[in-house]
C-alpha cells in the first residue's frame, strides 16, 4: 500500500477512534482519554491505536480494560468508515511517550527551582577575578551612570540644559527693572 494513503487511513481511524471514545461510547469507566496516534501496518491486517490518560496508575488500568473490552465495538465503527475489504484487527496500546515527557517536564521544573534557591556561584568568581577585588556589581554600575553624560537629540548635554532651565527660575524670581533705556515701560 502507498504510504500517503496508510498516512490518510491513520488519520482518519485517529479521528473516527477520538469521536467514538468522546460522544459514541457511554462507558462511565472510560476517563479523559486522548488518542495519539494511530499505526497501521502495510497489509491492513492490524491497527494499534495509542492513547494515554490524564490519572495515575489506577485509572491508566481501569481505562486499558474499557478499551480492550471496546475493541470489538471500535473494529466495526471502523469498518464502516475505511471502506476496504478487510479491516484491521484494533488493539489499544498506552502511549509511554506521554507518561515520559510528563516525567522530564517535572524534572526540569525541580532544577529551575533548585537553581533559583541556590546562591548565584557566578558573582562569587567575578568577584574573586577583580583586580581591585571588589565584589558589589551594583556599585560598579552607579559609578559608571555617574560618569555616562547623556546627550540629548540636538548633541548637547542633559546636564547643562537642566542647569540651565534652574538658572532661569532663579531670574523670573528675582525682580527686574522695567525703566531700563529701550525697555517696555519707557
Known sequence: MQERRLHRLESLIKERVATLLLRDMADPRLGLVTITRVKV????????????????????????RTLAHAAGFVRREIASVLHTRSVPQVTFVFDESV???LRVDAI???????RRDEPDADEDADAASRPDGRGDSSQDAAEEDEATVDLDADGGHADDEADSEET???????????SAPGGAGS
Open 108 to 114: 526540569l521544573k525541580e532544577l529551575r527551582e533548585a
Open 41 to 64: 501496518d502495510r497489509e491492513l491486517s492490524s491497527c494499534k491505536i495509542y492513547w494515554s490518560v490524564l490519572g495515575d496508575e489506577k485509572q491508566r488500568r481501569l481505562n486499558e
Open 99 to 101: 507518561t515520559g515527557a
Open 168 to 178: 532661569s527660575r532663579d531670574d523670573d524670581a528675582a525682580p527686574r527693572d522695567h
